[in-house]
């Protein structure tokens, strides 16, 4: 029986309530303000061109937040929200001036049609990625103007339509003016609320790493489906304020250039900020406007303006000034380990603690307590060929509730393409493997993910920007509880447990990208448990582990064996392979040249020639 991983005084400081908590983001003292001044403005400003410029403002950026939710936090570049945007505004110009639809139902409609419009979009290209998904934007903005400009019957082509009605009970500029703040106000709530919930998290998470993101269990396509369809939604509430406030529409509206105008806005403001898109689309219109008077320096000026900040702000004006500020924060913040002494976090173990009871990783919530020595996982026969190399060749393997495997053997020898098969993130592959009775064949990685395979990388994959705490809750994300069953803790005490089991409470608040690489190795470690598996896939987790960590590490690995868990290890370093391992796959140039317990394997000439000859010299 595993020794405890867990003390006294980190039980202690569990109790006391010493819990980390995710960063609470100050953004809405930023934008309340900004909104409280907007809303100032036409009693200081009244001249109605310039409230109208304000007006287009505050559409413009209704838009670009529609825009920033795929582009900031999905990192999709899509030129089509223009497109978007017009097909709304045209729905509503349609309906109103032919049929003679009411103003509000219209606008109801010309908003599920910006939003069916973005769903099509999405629907078509959600599989592609980077340039891919851009050109298809690109292509998508353009046919939305061939086909209003041909569809003359229903749109008076390139003319356009004239006379748009104003909303009723909003027919003045100021009127409209505080219209769009008010929808603009609704729009900064929601993406205030969506950034900060589990779409946010999830959208993040897919912007930095698809196939982490898969592994963690989020469905990536479904997941920027819906995104999509909500930034589509957000800016076809644009639609029909802009319909109103031009009140004379054409083709053009959808154009690419305005495609990439929104775009500009975004990018200028400052992209995944709240109040970057108002602040880009107040800037770069603002600057047209006001060099309005000279044409030919117009497009001079523009161009500067935006080339100076992208120059200088990188990340945008509000990104840049985000992200200067959080400096200064940083360095005035007490550090979060004051509160923790680091000797206490670095408590070894002590024998009359016990381990901290972890109800989480039981079986419950999946039906049946673990079994030991019940067959988990099984494969048959695995191959998988790239092109002319075999890197998995006829590969069989059982793994047993309550074991640890070791999987070894020389570089190149298949362990992390076989690692590829089991979690989903090779395909392509032959012969059959089941994990807890079904069939893994056609399963996606996240769904394996949410049948309980959870697995490291051997270069560390995580959400790099984040803290560590982020990252945990990123990857806890199939557990959180509803919010009905939510008590005053968050994550009902489990992800601290975590930050206590791999030995990093005292980071919990620091960005992962400043850890050195062993606390990477053991975030990734706490993540993979984050998603609860009932088996574990390590890929060299030991590889650059100092040796005071290494102990702890195994501990943890011994615990959670012993709490039913089938952990499958890759590793290099023989001392801890033998000490945790109850079985051994070898492989050599894809093919399984032994198994058996540590012993057989470290006799085997077969072994010694191929691998721990020289690994062992
Ligand atoms: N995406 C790929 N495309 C082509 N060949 C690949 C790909 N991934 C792996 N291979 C090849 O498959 C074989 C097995 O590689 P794999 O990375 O699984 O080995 P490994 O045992 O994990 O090696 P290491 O210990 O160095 O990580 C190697 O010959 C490798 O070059």
Redesign the pocket.
């Known amino acids: 029986m595993s020794k405890s991983v867990m003390s006294k005084p980190v039980m202690a400081r569990a109790a006391a309530g010493l819990r980390p908590r995710e960063p609470r983001s100050r953004e809405w003292l930023v934008i309340v303000p900004i909104v409280a001044i907007c809303a100032l403005l036409p009693l200081v400003v009244r001249g109605r061109y310039e409230v109208g410029v304000m007006t287009l403002i505050l559409i413009y950026a209704i838009a670009a937040y529609g825009l920033d939710l795929v582009l900031g936090h999905l990192g999709l570049v899509s030129v089509a929200h223009a497109a978007l945007l017009t097909v709304g505004a045209y729905t509503l110009v349609i309906l109103t001036t032919k049929y003679g639809v009411g103003y509000w139902p219209a606008a109801v409609a010309a908003i599920l049609v910006s939003t069916l419009a973005g769903l099509l979009l999405a629907g078509l290209t959600m599989r592609s990625r980077g340039h891919y998904f851009s050109v298809s934007s690109l292509a998508f903005a353009a046919v939305t103007v061939v086909v209003i400009t041909q569809w003359t019957s229903l749109t008076n082509g390139a003319s356009g339509i004239y006379a748009i009605p104003a909303p009723p009970g909003f027919e003045s500029t100021t009127a409209q003016f505080y219209l769009s703040l008010i929808v603009l106000t609704v729009v900064l709530a929601a993406m205030f609320l969506i950034t900060r919930s589990t779409l946010g998290r999830n959208l993040r998470a897919i912007h930095a790493d698809e196939v982490l993101a898969a592994s963690l269990g989020i469905n990536v396509v479904a997941t920027k489906l819906k995104a999509f369809t909500v930034s589509a939604a957000i800016v076809g509430l644009a639609g029909p304020l802009f319909a109103s406030w031009i009140s004379y529409i054409t083709p053009s509206s959808a154009s690419i250039t305005e495609g990439f105008n929104l775009l500009i806005y975004v990018i200028i403001g400052g992209s995944a900020t709240l109040a970057g898109p108002l602040v880009g689309a107040a800037l770069v219109v603002g600057v047209t406007e006001a060099f309005r008077f000279t044409e030919l320096f117009q497009t001079l000026i523009f161009s500067g303006v935006v080339f100076l900040v992208l120059l200088f702000f990188r990340g945008g004006v509000v990104g840049s000034i985000g992200r200067a500020w959080a400096r200064v924060a940083a360095r005035r913040r007490r550090p979060e380990t004051a509160a923790i002494p680091e000797a206490e976090t670095e408590t070894e173990t002590d024998a009359d603690a016990g381990p901290l009871a972890l109800p989480h990783l039981s079986r419950d919530d999946r039906g049946e307590p673990g079994r030991p020595g019940q067959v988990l996982f099984e494969a048959r026969s695995l191959t998988?060929k790239?092109?002319g190399?075999?890197?998995?060749s006829d590969v069989s393997l059982t793994a047993r509730e309550g074991e640890i495997i070791g999987v070894i053997?020389?570089?190149?020898?298949?362990?992390?393409?076989?690692?590829?098969l089991i979690s989903g993130v090779?395909g392509g592959w032959t012969g059959s493997a089941s994990f807890a009775g079904q069939d893994l064949q056609k399963l996606p990685v996240h769904e394996r993910a949410r049948l309980g395979i959870g697995r490291t990388f051997?270069t560390n994959r995580l959400l790099a920007d984040e803290t560590v705490l982020q990252n945990l809750i990123t990857a806890g994300y199939l557990h959180r509880p509803t919010r009905k069953s939510r008590t005053t803790d968050p994550d009902d005490g489990f992800l601290d447990t975590i930050l206590d089991l791999t030995g990093l409470r005292a980071k919990a608040g620091e960005v992962v990208s400043g850890l050195s690489i062993e606390e990477q190795k053991l975030v990734g470690v706490g993540m993979a448990l984050a998603v609860r598996p009932r088996m574990l896939l390590l890929?060299?987790p030991f590889a650059g582990l100092r040796e005071s960590e290494t102990p702890r590490l195994m501990r943890l690995l011994e615990w959670l064996r012993d709490q039913g868990m089938v952990i499958l290890l890759?590793e290099?370093k023989m001392r801890v392979l033998m000490s945790l391992c109850s079985h051994v796959y070898v492989?050599d140039?894809?093919q399984l040249i032994a198994e058996g317990s540590p012993n057989q394997i470290v006799n085997d000439p077969r072994v010694i020639s191929a691998y721990l000859g020289t690994k062992n010299a």
């Not at 190399?389 to 998995?392: P, R």
């Not at 053997?409 to 590829?420: E, Q």
Request: overall charge neutral; aromatic content about 8%; charged content about 15%.
């Open positions: 998988k790239y092109g190399v075999t890197a998995v053997g020389p570089n190149g020898a298949g362990k992390s393409t076989l690692f590829g090779v051997q890929d060299e890759v290099h492989l140039s894809g």
